[in-house]
């Protein structure tokens, strides 16, 4: 592990060293005012400059697409992007760098809940004028957010206690299956479960309720594993987690009443952007508390030594009890979450693809640590985003990189390094500038 | 009963597929302590590279420079691909195993998936999303034994199958390079100070497994002749499930533990609605280890084991 190193970045040297000089000082809440500027830029400017340049139309993803597919365009995109986002993000975060640093210096005196919010706001408000611009970047936002829920969730059982569980599309699907089963019957008329139970204007408040109900099912589903888990691990343990997920899933096929194979659709549209932001940050508050608490740390003294961590009065049982059906909880939430934003889920969603897909995001972003997780969740699923015009080979360059970043940091990129809210949201003090 | 002597038949090719997989995947396990997820691909790859060498001598004998029989061609097959599937085995090694030997044991475990993703996907790449078909090689044959219809392919994998097991199994037993990797299973630091290289019989180990995987790639291809990408998948974490049900890192327990495999979805099959084999053969196991939580032929757990 290495300490972090951004107090001085006067030790670097040449061009980029000059220029994380200049970028330095400045907090998170500069950066994420500019990037408010910068989307409202887009949001209004947008469309008359892609007249202006040229393009088609808004670069959607940072012109990923047209990189891979237009080469013809990049100049056009590439000033797109300057104007748009570099030069403005760059201007109002340095411009701001000692107003930003007042003002977070202020937020900091109250009680930590209200810069929280404020950041939280800023944030939701840049990514919600972004994604406006299509429904490509809505969807795209939800399913990187839950994505950052079941990695999370999963880092809790592989990374924090160091158990090589396999089961989590298992319990993503009981969740998805359970909420979608509870909107479903309640609020929508189906082929399978007949006309609505309760009057539709119900269905957003009841909402949170139905995804608890998944969370709760799935970790129900969870002491399947938790409970072998008092006798073995390892292998073993991964085998039965792997077994609960192929059980999980033939079940739910055999299953006539929730569609079989074919699936189950029509989730009424409850899950929009703010809904699953506010369950997204909800999970990582949840979670960074959990690992943080004296029953996360018990967690690091199972993995590191079963027995140690017994003698010194850890309850090993309940600890793996609670953390298991505590990551599938969040697991199945996700998966509510995941059935209400495609609005159809079917039993092969929940397969071996999945699970490599979440394993990748938990060991890309690294082991224990929440910060890991998000990185893992957040870059993974925007590479495959932005990567999808070049269609198969996306399957070469995805797997490519995941084997050099385990091959050059075996741990993931940002392991082991605890989250901690004060210290992001902290002004920056630098010494040409006072705080 | 004739009904059940035939589904053991049906039992025995369908679960030796299986044994052959596993054995792959605990003989890399014996000596490293690592399993290579890509298995089940190699086994993909394998089936590949022999239906390539299959329709290539089938041409070449096709056009009379060179008449083989059905069965030479088969022979021929089994042994190039081998040949040819052990270069892959040792290039999965390389590239993902070697650099990650002191890295935790998970990190390997994500390399090999990545690796299997790639061989899907490379295959995908160079022979597009058809199914191809594996030439018929050998004509077939129906035995009616008292009832029970038994074909000569069936009994050829069996036997080819039972052969190679017997086959490692004296390798491991009787040769130096067995005694090696017997030793590396045993202790694995000692290993190096007593000047075995354990790179090489890493890499031996790494070659034999997917060498093994390429002929019940074969195999497979004889008796269901549609190969496609994705075959690797199912057989894979089938086969991988087997291993670790067997013991951890026995090959008399791989053995057994795919036989078994095989046995329990035949026979559920025969019994149950066909789309509830997976749900009972998976449940089967988990009680199994539930109640035996280290397999067959596996140490005990203790706890200082780490991952």
């Known amino acids: 592990m290495e300490e972090i190193n951004d107090t001085h970045p006067s030790k670097k040297k040449g061009a980029l060293g000059g220029l994380t000089s200049v970028f330095s000082g400045i907090p998170v809440l500069g950066w994420l005012l500019g990037a408010l500027v910068a989307v409202i830029l887009e949001h209004y400017l947008g469309d008359p400059l892609v007249d202006r340049i040229g393009l088609d139309k808004i670069p959607v993803l940072f012109g990923a697409v047209i990189i891979l597919k237009k080469p013809l365009m990049i100049p056009g995109a590439a000033v797109f992007l300057l104007l748009i986002y570099v030069i403005p993000i760059a201007v109002v975060a340095r411009a701001g760098k000692s107003f930003s640093n007042r003002l977070a210096g202020k937020l900091m005196e109250f009680p930590i809940a209200v810069p929280t919010l404020v950041h939280l706001g800023l944030l939701y408000g840049a990514i919600h004028i972004w994604s406006d611009v299509s429904a490509y970047r809505v969807l795209t936002l939800k399913l990187m957010f839950v994505a950052i829920m079941l990695t999370l969730s999963l880092n809790v059982i592989n990374g924090y206690m160091g158990e090589f569980s396999c089961s989590h599309p298992g319990f993503m699907a009981l969740g998805a299956y359970g909420a979608s089963v509870f909107t479903v019957l309640l609020f929508s008329s189906d082929r399978l479960f007949g006309d609505p139970l309760l009057p539709e204007a119900l269905g957003p408040f009841l909402f949170p309720v139905g995804l608890i109900f998944g969370g709760l099912i799935a970790s129900l589903g969870a002491l399947v594993i938790a409970i072998p888990s008092f006798r073995t691990r390892g292998d073993y343990l991964a085998i039965i987690s792997l077994a609960f997920l192929f059980i999980v899933k033939s079940m739910i096929e055999n299953l006539e009443f929730v569609g079989g194979p074919r699936g189950l659709s029509g989730q009424p549209n409850y899950a929009n952007l703010p809904t699953v932001f506010i369950w997204a940050v909800l999970c990582v508050w949840i979670i960074n508390n959990f690992v943080r608490s004296t029953l996360g740390k018990a967690l690091n003294a199972v993995r590191d030594d079963e027995v140690a961590a017994d003698a010194m009065t850890v309850n090993t049982r309940r600890t793996k009890m609670v953390a298991f059906m505590f990551a599938a909880f969040w697991a199945g939430v996700a998966g509510g979450l995941y059935a209400h934003v495609l609005r159809y889920v079917n039993p092969g969603t929940f397969g071996i693809q999945k699970l490599a897909e979440v394993l990748a995001m938990v060991y890309f972003g690294g082991l224990n640590s929440v910060y890991g997780s998000i990185t893992g969740a957040v870059s993974l699923s925007l590479l495959g985003e932005a990567l999808r015009p070049l269609e198969i080979f996306k399957w070469i360059i995805i797997p490519l990189l995941l084997i050099l970043v385990m091959i050059f940091r075996p741990t993931g990129l940002i392991a082991f390094r605890e989250f901690d809210v004060r210290k992001v949201m902290q002004p920056k003090s630098n010494s040409d500038d006072e705080v | ?307």
């Open chain 2, 1 to 307: 009963m004739v009904f059940f002597f035939q589904n053991l038949i049906n039992a025995l090719q369908w679960g030796s597929f299986y044994a052959m997989i596993a054995l792959g995947y605990s003989m890399v396990y014996s000596i490293l302590m690592l399993f290579n997820f890509a298995h089940g691909d190699i086994f993909m790859v394998g089936a590949y590279i022999g239906f390539g060498v299959a329709t290539g001598l089938v041409a070449l004998s096709a056009s009379g420079f060179l008449a083989l029989p059905g069965w030479m061609i088969l022979v021929l097959t089994i042994l190039l691909s081998m040949f040819l599937t052990s270069f892959v085995g040792m290039i999965v090694e390389r590239v993902g195993y070697r650099p990650l030997r002191d890295a935790p044991r998970a990190s390997a475990a994500i390399t090999g998936l990545m690796i299997g993703i790639m061989l899907e996907t490379g295959n995908l790449i160079l022979l597009g999303a058809r199914r191809v078909s594996f030439p018929p090689l050998i004509e077939s044959v129906t035995y009616n034994v008292g009832g029970v219809f038994v074909t000569n392919k069936k009994i050829m994998i069996v036997l080819v199958s039972l052969s190679f097991m017997l086959a490692l199994h004296l390798f491991v037993q009787k040769t130096r390079y067995g005694m090696a990797m017997r030793a590396m299973a045993f202790d694995y630091v000692v290993v190096p100070l007593l000047g075995i290289p354990i790179n090489t019989i890493a890499r031996l180990t790494f070659a034999i497994g997917s060498a093994l995987a390429a002929v019940a790639g074969i195999l497979f291809g004889v008796a269901y002749p549609v190969l496609d990408p994705y075959m690797g998948i199912v057989f894979g974490w089938k086969a991988f499930v087997a291993a670790i049900l067997g013991g951890r890192g026995s090959i008399m327990g791989a053995t057994l533990a795919g036989f078994l495999m095989g046995f329990i979805e035949i026979f559920v099959a025969m019994v149950f609605p066909s789309t509830l084999r997976d749900l009972i053969a998976y449940s089967i196991i988990l009680l199994i280890l539930v109640f035996r939580p280290h397999g067959f032929f596996g140490e005990p757990y203790s706890a200082r084991l780490r991952l």
